[in-house]
């Protein structure tokens, strides 16, 4: 299991617990906790309801996909820390990050 810290639109934070070795994405585990998160799309890269920004710990993750990178460049509004959540997979790379929700709340 690893932890990681989630903080929601409000600026509450949480630290969750995932298993690091089921393949899950980021998106899952969000929507596993409750929070937010539209994913319209089912986690192919086409919705970007997923939209979270990295806080700390982004560099271990590596770069986004062109795929990830031309749906994050269509949003209003990106960061250079934004990332698709469900284009990032469960791993120990995510271990003690912390991730902001930034997709529509509804
Ligand atoms: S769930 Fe649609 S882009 Fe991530």
């Not at 990106?78 to 709340?105: H, M, N, W």
């Amino acid at each position: 299991m690893i932890n990681f810290t989630i903080e929601d639109h409000q600026g509450n934070r949480q630290e969750v617990e995932a298993p690091a070795d089921m393949g899950l994405s980021l998106m899952e585990i969000l929507k596993a906790y409750e929070y937010p998160v539209l994913a319209t799309c089912g986690g192919m890269a086409l919705c970007a309801t997923c939209h979270v920004e990295i806080l700390e710990g982004k560099d271990r993750l590596g770069e986004a996909t062109n795929v990830e990178l031309d749906q994050l460049e269509a949003l209003p509004e990106y960061f250079p820390t934004s990332r698709l959540a469900c284009q990032i997979r469960i791993g120990d790379i995510l271990d003690g990050a912390v991730i902001k929700l930034r997709g529509e709340d509804n």
